[in-house]
Every structure is written in structure tokens, then in C-alpha cells.
């Protein structure tokens, strides 16, 4: 898979994106990871990217010229099957999404920033636009790293342990059992029986009867969900 990644501020996303499990994956040639500053798209002495809105509200937005080239510059050398947009406008992102995106071939994520970005881009250019929840970020890069990470996690081969991305939270939609390590007791605090047992029936059991417990207690919106 190839993620390309279109921002003015590339530096955002070069230590999220560069460090341990995500380094690891594009080491293997699980994924290509591509950040693209927009600046070097622009043609003027400047390297203007932003401008002031027709309209005359406050704020900046985004030019379309530097997103178009740089954009169409990529499709002229590959087939792209999603180019999307962070913003708080977007449908909501969770898991579906991430294991959706996670089987496509190449994809490019725009990452807003100032007041916006001209609609010609989100109308004629962008095919999704994703929001990572109902609060507003300062640009599209955090949101833009989260989706990468969470795509990239569900890659077969991303993470050491090959069946562990598919029993996380969220998963079946349901969330994850809890899980101890050593010392057996802290503090008097006990990891419970059954995980000491040697018996994976009933520790399988146990986990699958904690993950329902904890869903319908802090998250029974996931079993009403499909
Ligand atoms: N840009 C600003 N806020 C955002 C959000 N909540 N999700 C995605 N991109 C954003």
C-alpha cells in the first residue's frame, strides 16, 4: 500500500509517522509512506499556498492551484482509490474505516489547515472526507497521522503479533478484555484466578465474557451498532 500525504507543514507528520511499529511496517514494504509539502507546488516567489477568502470573513484558505499539481502530478504516475480530506466536516472515522482504507492500493490524504481549503478542491478533487471527532483541531495533520497509524496497525504483518490486530478493541465491535502481566499480586491487587489457570478455554471464556461486560457497560452504542 502507498500513502501519500499532502501538507504545508510536513514536519507534523515526519515523527508520528517515522518512529517504532509504523517505521517497522515501512521497512518490511508493508507501506510507503510519501509526504508532500504543498509549498513546493507553488510557482510564485512567495510559495504562496493560502489567500484571503472572497467574501471578506477572517482567516485564510487554501489555495486550489498547489493541491491541484501536486494532486494531479501523482495520478499521472499511479491510480489512486481514495484522495480524502481531514476535516471536522467528514463522516466520523472508527475502525470500518480504517480496515477499509487498509485494503486499498494507493491513497492520498489532504490535510487542511487555516480557515480551509477552496471548495473547488473538496468538489472536484476529494472523493472522501474523514473527521476524527466532533472537536476542532488547528490543522489536518494530527488527524491525517491517526488515520496512517490505524490503517497501517491492521496491515498483515504490521504488527509483531499477527492475531492481536484483529482481537483489539473495536474489532466485532466490542471492546478489549483486560490484560495483566507480572507480578502475580501488587500491592494485594491480584490478576484474577482463571489467567493463572493454564487452561485457554476457560481463559478464552473469561476474555470473551470481560469484553462483553466492559461494552455494554461503557460503550453500549457499539452492540446497538451493525
Ligand atoms: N481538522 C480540524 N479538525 C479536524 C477533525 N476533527 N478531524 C479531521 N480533521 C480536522
Same mark, same amino acid.
Given at each position: 500500500?502507498?500513502?501519500?500525504?499532502?501538507?504545508?507543514?510536513?514536519?507534523?507528520?515526519?515523527?508520528?509517522?517515522?518512529?517504532?511499529?509504523?517505521?517497522?511496517?515501512?521497512?518490511?514494504?508493508?507501506?510507503?509512506?510519501?509526504?508532500?509539502?504543498?509549498?513546493?507546488?507553488?510557482?510564485?516567489?512567495?510559495?504562496?499556498?493560502?489567500?484571503?477568502?472572497?467574501?471578506?470573513?477572517?482567516?485564510?484558505?487554501?489555495?486550489?492551484?498547489?493541491?491541484?499539481?501536486?494532486?494531479?502530478?501523482?495520478?499521472?504516475?499511479?491510480?489512486?482509490?481514495?484522495?480524502?480530506?481531514?476535516?471536522?466536516?467528514?463522516?466520523?472515522?472508527?475502525?470500518?474505516?480504517?480496515?477499509?482504507?487498509?485494503?486499498?492500493?494507493?491513497?492520498?490524504? /489532504?490535510? =487542511?489547515?487555516? #480557515?480551509? &481549503?477552496?471548495?473547488?478542491?473538496? %468538489?472536484?478533487?476529494?472523493? $472522501?472526507?474523514?473527521?476524527?471527532?466532533?472537536?476542532?483541531?488547528?490543522?489536518?495533520?494530527?488527524?491525517?497521522?491517526?488515520?496512517?497509524?490505524?490503517?497501517?496497525?491492521?496491515?498483515?504483518?504490521?504488527?509483531?503479533?499477527?492475531?492481536?490486530?484483529?482481537?483489539?478493541?473495536?474489532?466485532?465491535?466490542?471492546?478489549?478484555?483486560?490484560?495483566?502481566?507480572?507480578?502475580?499480586?501488587?500491592?494485594?491487587?491480584?490478576?484474577?484466578?482463571?489467567? /493463572?489457570? =493454564?487452561?485457554? #478455554?476457560? &481463559?478464552?471464556?473469561?476474555?470473551? %465474557?470481560?469484553?462483553?461486560? $466492559?461494552?455494554?457497560?461503557?460503550?453500549?452504542?457499539?452492540?446497538?451498532?451493525?
Amino acid at each position: 500500500m502507498r500513502i501519500d500525504i499532502l501538507t504545508v507543514v510536513p514536519e507534523l507528520l515526519t515523527s508520528p509517522l517515522g518512529e517504532s511499529i509504523l517505521k517497522r511496517a515501512q521497512e518490511k514494504g508493508l507501506v510507503e509512506i510519501v509526504i508532500h509539502n504543498i509549498r513546493d507546488y507553488t510557482f510564485d516567489r512567495h510559495r504562496q499556498v493560502d489567500d484571503y477568502p472572497f467574501g471578506g470573513e477572517a482567516g485564510m484558505v487554501m489555495k486550489p492551484e498547489p493541491i491541484f499539481r501536486c494532486v494531479e502530478d501523482l495520478q499521472s504516475q499511479r491510480h489512486y482509490d481514495e484522495i480524502i480530506y481531514t476535516s471536522p466536516d467528514g463522516i466520523t472515522y472508527d475502525q470500518h474505516e480504517a480496515n477499509r482504507l487498509s485494503t486499498l492500493e494507493n491513497i492520498i490524504i /489532504l490535510c =487542511g489547515h487555516y #480557515k480551509g &481549503i477552496d471548495h473547488r478542491v473538496r %468538489e472536484h478533487l476529494i472523493t $472522501r472526507e474523514i473527521s476524527i471527532g466532533d472537536y476542532v483541531l488547528t490543522g489536518g495533520e494530527l488527524a491525517a497521522a491517526i488515520i496512517a497509524d490505524s490503517v497501517i496497525r491492521v496491515i498483515p504483518g504490521a504488527i509483531g503479533d499477527e492475531a492481536s490486530a484483529l482481537t483489539d478493541s473495536f474489532q466485532d465491535n466490542l471492546l478489549a478484555p483486560p490484560v495483566y502481566t507480572r507480578p502475580a499480586d501488587f500491592r494485594g491487587w491480584k490478576v484474577p484466578d482463571v489467567l /493463572l489457570s =493454564g487452561n485457554p #478455554k476457560e &481463559i478464552a471464556r473469561w476474555q470473551e %465474557e470481560q469484553a462483553l461486560e $466492559r461494552t455494554a457497560r461503557l460503550r453500549p452504542d457499539l452492540l446497538a451498532d451493525d
